[in-house]
Each structure stands twice: as structure tokens, then as C-alpha cells.
């Protein structure tokens, strides 16, 4: 597949502008796991977008300066952050001809704790993004609301591909399915309100910190790792399959079959590293006895607590507000808490 330029203006006007703007973070329910060239994803995910871990991002842009970036993390200067930066928009000039023609300053923070391996790249770059757009619209005109949010989104993808997923709340779908209607591999789409039963439409995702601090593999190490998997064909193609039933679940409200579903994939995701080669465990002992626990209390109490993974070893514990949540609450309090690291935890909620 080509990647359409949609982004690309001939006319356009830059002047010093400093632009701000903020984006929360997302945790996937069909993961995104594997990808080819230009950030195209190998299969299609779903993921809820989080209310509270946001990232908050000021770009100073100074006009017809000598290209550079400068990034500063809650105020300290962070080089490394820069040069990923740097690189990025190098990348992006075909979508945006001005992006090189100035110098940058770049003021970020997180409303969460940076070691916690919650996704920042996806808010981060999601804020930057926006960033991007609302420059690139004050040099060469407006366009509609919906119109920035999917160049937005264009352009988040190709900093980080889960990124794209940001732009939107609720339940938001990047890369192509027959079961989205409008969905891309080049930018996400919000999956219809209309279409979900309103028990998914408040629902909390507390992340329990069982590891802070750097993972033992990267996304983009990860990412690549599918390349040489012999199983990888067979979970790209189960991925699109779970659209299917995923889709009847949102609309019917099946609390088990959602709770089998996302555990699933989260478990699977898990799977396909240890079946690489080199192999990764990425969970830790407390990931583990998490999970335990979660099964053995759902068994006694038929409570919806359940649990889903990024590539790391924190766990997102997932529960809806339908009455059963303080009974939970205090189970996850006086239970899990005990094997995080530091008492660590982050409570979000998803609610639209
Ligand atoms: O956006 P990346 O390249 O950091 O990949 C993220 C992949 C997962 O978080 C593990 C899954 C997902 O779909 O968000």
C-alpha cells in the first residue's frame, strides 16, 4: 500500500508561533503487535482511551532559524528525547514542507509518573502531533475539526503507531477491519458510541506499578521481533478474527465474553515474545501472583475484575462501574497492591 500525502499544502506562511496542547494516553484491548513499512500495522487494534494520564506539550517555534530541536521532560532538558525528536521530524518533511525551516523549543510533562510504563510515547506523540497540526494550520489556513484530528492522527502513527489511537476518546480503532466502517492503516477512527452498551462506557483502568523504570525490551525491538516469528501470520490473522466477536460484545454488553476476550489478547501478546527469538519474559513474580489472585477472586465472587498487559510487567486492572466497583476497590487495596514495587498505582477511568 502507498501512504497517501493528504497532508501536503503548497502555499504557507511561517512566522514564530508557540502552540499548546494536551493528549491522554490509551491502553489497547486488541493488541497492536507487529508492523511493516511507514508504521502500516499488521493487524487492526482497539484500545479505550484513558481521562486522566495526559501529556502536556508547549512548541516554541522559531521561524527561518537553523533546524534544531531542544526538549525539556517537567522541566529538565532531556537530549536523548531531543535527537527521537529530531528524527521524527525529519521524517515527516513530504507531510509538512515548513517542518524544517525553524528551530524548536519543546515543553513537556506527563500527569503520570514517567517509570510507570504507561504509554507517554502515545500521548506524547499524540500531543506533539497536535501540535504539528495547529502550527501547520496557522502557516496555511483551517480546515474542520475532523479534518485536523485525522492528520493529527496521520501524524501521531508515524512518531509512535499506538499514538494515532490517542486522538479520539472512547473506543478508538486503528488499521483496517471489514467490521469498521472508514477504518485505515494510516490513522484511527473512534469505533461509534451508538455501537457500544453503555456498561463499557464508564469503566476503570487502575495500572498497578509491579516494575518501574526502564523494560527489558522496546516496542520498536518488539515490533521487529514478529518479522522472524513462525506464529506471527496466525496471530495477525486471530486479531482481525477477535474483531468479530468484539464487536457483538460492545453492542450485547457480555461482561465474560469481554473479560475472555481481553485477557486473551493481553496473555497472547505476552506469548509471542516468549516464542521469539531472542525469547523475552516480560512479566515479573508480581505480575504473575496478580493475575492469580485476579482468577481465584473472580471464581469466588463473580465480580468483573480483569486484568490486560502492555509489553511490560505492570498490570491495567479493568472493572466497570456498575455497582460491584467498591467491593473491587477494596479487594485490589488489601490484595495487589502488596506486589507492586512501591505501593504504586495509577487510577484511571474511561468514561464517555
Ligand atoms: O506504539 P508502539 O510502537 O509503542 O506499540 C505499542 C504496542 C502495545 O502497547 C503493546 C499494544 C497496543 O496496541 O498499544
Not at 506469548?271 to 515479573?284: R, T
Not at 501472583?289 to 465480580?303: A, C, P, Q, Y
Amino acid at each position: 500500500m502507498t501512504t497517501q500525502n493528504f497532508l501536503g499544502k503548497e502555499n504557507y506562511n511561517i512566522s514564530s508561533e508557540t502552540v499548546s496542547e494536551s493528549c491522554p494516553s490509551n491502553i489497547a484491548l486488541i493488541k497492536y503487535w507487529g508492523k511493516y513499512k511507514d508504521q502500516i500495522p499488521a493487524n487492526p487494534s482497539i484500545s479505550y482511551t484513558l481521562n486522566h494520564c495526559k501529556t502536556n506539550t508547549t512548541v516554541e517555534f522559531f521561524a527561518n532559524e537553523p533546524f534544531s530541536v531542544q526538549t525539556f521532560l517537567a522541566g529538565n532538558e532531556e537530549h536523548k528525547f531531543a535527537e527521537k525528536i529530531e528524527k521524527y521530524f525529519r521524517s515527516i518533511e513530504q507531510y509538512l514542507p515548513w517542518i524544517l525551516k525553524g528551530k524548536y523549543i519543546i515543553k513537556t510533562e506527563n500527569t503520570f509518573p514517567h517509570s510507570s510504563g504507561i504509554a507517554s510515547s502515545a500521548s506524547g506523540f499524540g500531543a506533539i502531533a497536535k501540535c504539528l497540526i495547529s502550527l501547520d494550520e496557522t502557516f496555511s489556513g483551517k480546515t474542520s475539526e475532523e479534518e485536523s484530528l485525522k492528520k493529527a492522527s496521520f501524524l501521531a502513527r508515524l512518531g509512535s503507531g499506538s499514538a494515532c489511537r490517542s486522538l479520539y476518546n472512547g473506543l478508538v480503532v486503528w488499521g483496517e477491519s471489514d467490521e469498521v466502517e472508514g477504518s485505515s492503516d494510516l490513522f484511527a477512527v473512534k469505533f461509534s458510541d451508538g455501537e457500544i452498551h453503555s456498561v463499557f462506557k464508564n469503566f476503570n483502568d487502575w495500572v498497578l506499578l509491579i516494575h518501574e523504570g526502564v523494560k527489558s525490551v522496546s516496542s520498536t525491538v518488539g515490533h521487529g521481533l514478529m518479522n522472524t516469528n513462525p506464529y506471527a501470520e496466525r496471530r495477525f490473522q486471530e486479531a482481525r478474527e477477535n474483531f468479530v466477536p468484539m464487536k457483538e460484545i460492545l453492542k450485547s454488553g457480555d461482561m465474560n465474553a469481554f473479560i475472555k476476550l481481553v485477557e486473551h489478547e493481553a496473555l497472547t501478546l505476552h506469548a509471542m515474545m516468549m516464542m521469539s527469538d531472542p525469547a523475552f519474559i516480560l512479566m515479573k513474580t508480581g505480575t504473575l501472583e496478580v493475575i492469580s489472585k485476579i482468577w481465584d477472586f473472580r471464581r469466588e465472587t463473580s465480580l468483573p475484575l480483569f486484568f490486560t498487559l502492555d509489553a511490560g510487567a505492570n498490570v491495567h486492572l479493568l472493572f466497570p462501574n456498575d455497582g460491584s466497583e467498591d467491593k473491587i476497590k477494596t479487594f485490589i487495596e488489601s490484595e495487589l497492591l502488596q506486589h507492586t514495587q512501591k505501593n504504586g498505582v495509577v487510577k484511571d477511568v474511561m468514561k464517555f
